[in-house]
């Protein structure tokens, strides 16, 4: 129903261009959302999931892509430490690749753990993603080392952004 141009009372229809109107709004409306749903299917599709297994903790499914240190915490519940928030620059978040170690790492990475005389030795789980099954042993955790929390929280994509080098051929 719609008012008169006059504005006095009701139609008893519509007139045709409203109806018309209407009618074309609403498929507009029914195609958009058809869209976003086919756009949200392909997502949930194509969204790839790699295993993780810690040692001590299982075995799980993570988002590829996703930072080593945020899934160990997120995903796994190990309360890995990252004193620094995630930069490369405590070294506090080290594990041992036991299985499906990154051939690359960060320049970041790659400088931190020669200062430290820890290449070879460890890897930054704040500068690795989980591109691939892996297995790891994460070195440090916040349980034994009576502090109150891991640090700050690492941010969703690597820091400081990540120039990418071969890892040296020497390790492990």
Known sequence: MGFTKEGGGFLEEPPPSFSLACKIATEACATRVERQNLVLKNIVEERKVRKLEVEGAGTF????GKRL???????????????CGGYARCTTCRVEFLEGEPETMTQAELAMLGMRNLL???????QALC????KVRVLMTVSPTGVRGPGWK?????????????KPSTFY
């Open 61 to 64: 499914d993570v988002d590829e």
């Open 131 to 134: 591109d691939r099954d892996m």
């Open 154 to 166: 690492p941010e969703k994509d690597i820091t400081p952004e990540p120039f990418w080098v071969e």
């Open 69 to 83: 240190v945020l899934a160990i915490e997120e995903d796994v519940g190990v309360d890995v430490m990252h004193e």
């Open 120 to 126: 070879g030795k460890a890897r930054l789980s704040c």
